[in-house]
């Protein structure tokens, strides 16, 4: 069973950035597709980023684009959401999760597809 902890977030002014880390721990990490989702409120929970297991294959959300980077450290067992140029409307909690996978150069968008998922870390952007 894989455990998933989120930290790094906070409030932040428009403009500004935070990194968000995931700590993953009971499991072989390098063998998981990582993800970041976020849920504003009284919203739907959406796709952030994901990558492969080492990082080299990376998607993003179309809102964040440019601005959002994750990023993976195999020896550390953790993965990162670098958020750049944060806007309001990012506000949300931020949830790291994971897939376990055969398919090592995949990453994965869709909520149904993760097998574990941490408890959430809030991310609020001032204007």
């Known amino acids: 069973q894989v455990q998933l902890v989120e930290s790094g977030g906070g409030l932040v002014q428009a403009g500004g950035s935070l990194r968000l880390s995931c700590a993953a721990s009971?499991?072989?990490?390098?063998?998981?597709?990582m993800g970041w989702f976020r849920q504003a409120p009284g919203k739907e929970r959406e796709f952030v980023a994901a990558?492969?297991?080492?990082?080299?294959?990376?998607g993003y959300a179309d809102s964040v684009k440019g601005r959002f980077a994750i990023s993976r450290d195999n020896a550390d067992n953790t993965a990162y959401l670098q958020m750049n140029s944060l806007k309001p409307e990012d506000t949300a909690i931020y949830y790291c999760?994971?897939?376990?996978?055969?398919?090592?150069?995949?990453?994965?968008?869709?909520?149904?597809?993760?097998?574990?998922w941490g408890q959430g870390t809030q991310v609020t952007v001032s204007s």
């Open positions: 999760a994971a897939k376990r996978t055969t398919v090592y150069t995949a990453y994965f968008s869709r909520i149904s597809s993760y097998d574990y």
């Open positions: 990558c492969d297991w080492r990082g080299s294959n990376t």
């Open positions: 009971g499991g072989t990490f390098s063998s998981l597709a």
